[in-house]
């Protein structure tokens, strides 16, 4: 999330009130089945294949900068438990030894050379890839914040729990059809698709992700992507948000 919050601004801002729970509608046991085998053979495959590029990544980050290439931290998984994600270090060695935890803000100066350039060509996630064979993340999820900035958030934004009923995702339908949040009510709009997948869960909007994950990678647009995967306008997403903290969702039978 490429965004900085000031903690105590979040804690001013006027409280919601307590929304209704959102049930997650039931799923067929064959696709849960199948989104675990798929991850976990997908997750392999790209493992062994990104395995060179992944090298000279990790050797390259350790000749431009002191401190280990591979960087973790813990992350807030699926019923919020935490995890341990692995990435490539992008920013400086214990850069938040003084600061404390902060989000990433345009022209942070906390990144190094390299890690804008693994940024830009998303390089620094594959380590994430491990996660998904450990069963901490799924390749399609919403993005899993740092436990720091949860329970704000919480108090901040309406529902933003619910996001964790799915495991968390490497990419996501909120990844790849939004910009990295400035303030907010950006976070609230990602929210907002996150909770479009997590209600509408299935093969077929996998695979689209999937294909949108790769047009994302290729360079095509935001509208090039929903264009090329039929993905809702953001209008309509949004409204199906704000229905959703005053309506209660009945699980699919």
Not at 230 to 236: A, I, K, W, Y
């Amino acid at each position: 999330m490429s965004m900085f919050v000031d903690s105590e601004n979040l804690l001013r801002e006027s409280r919601p009130a307590t929304p209704p729970e959102v049930a997650l509608p039931a799923t067929p046991g064959w696709y849960a089945t199948t989104k675990i085998v798929v991850d976990s053979a997908l997750a392999l495959v790209l493992l062994i294949l990104t395995a060179p590029l992944l090298l000279f990544a990790i050797i390259l980050v350790k000749l431009t900068s002191p401190g280990p290439a591979i960087y973790t931290q813990t992350r807030v998984g699926r019923g919020g438990k935490p995890f341990t994600i692995y990435k490539l270090r992008t920013m400086a060695n214990n850069c938040e030894s003084l600061t404390g935890a902060q989000w990433s803000k345009p022209g942070d100066s906390r990144i190094t050379r390299v890690g804008r350039w693994l940024r830009k060509t998303h390089l620094d996630e594959l380590p994430q890839l491990w996660n998904v064979l450990k069963g901490d993340m799924s390749l399609i999820g919403p993005r899993p914040e740092r436990p720091e900035f949860v329970p704000q958030l919480e108090q901040a934004i309406p529902l933003y729990r619910e996001r964790l009923q799915v495991r968390p995702g490497v990419t996501g339908f909120a990844q790849i059809q939004l910009p990295p949040d400035t303030d907010l009510e950006s976070v609230r709009i990602k929210l907002a698709y996150d909770l479009h997948y997590v209600l509408n869960v299935g093969l077929w909007f996998d695979v689209m992700i999937y294909l949108g994950t790769m047009g994302k990678l290729l360079g095509l647009s935001f509208a090039g992507i929903r264009a090329l995967c039929r993905f809702p306008e953001s209008g309509q997403v949004d409204d199906a948000y704000r229905r959703l903290t005053t309506t209660s969702i009945e699980p699919k039978t």
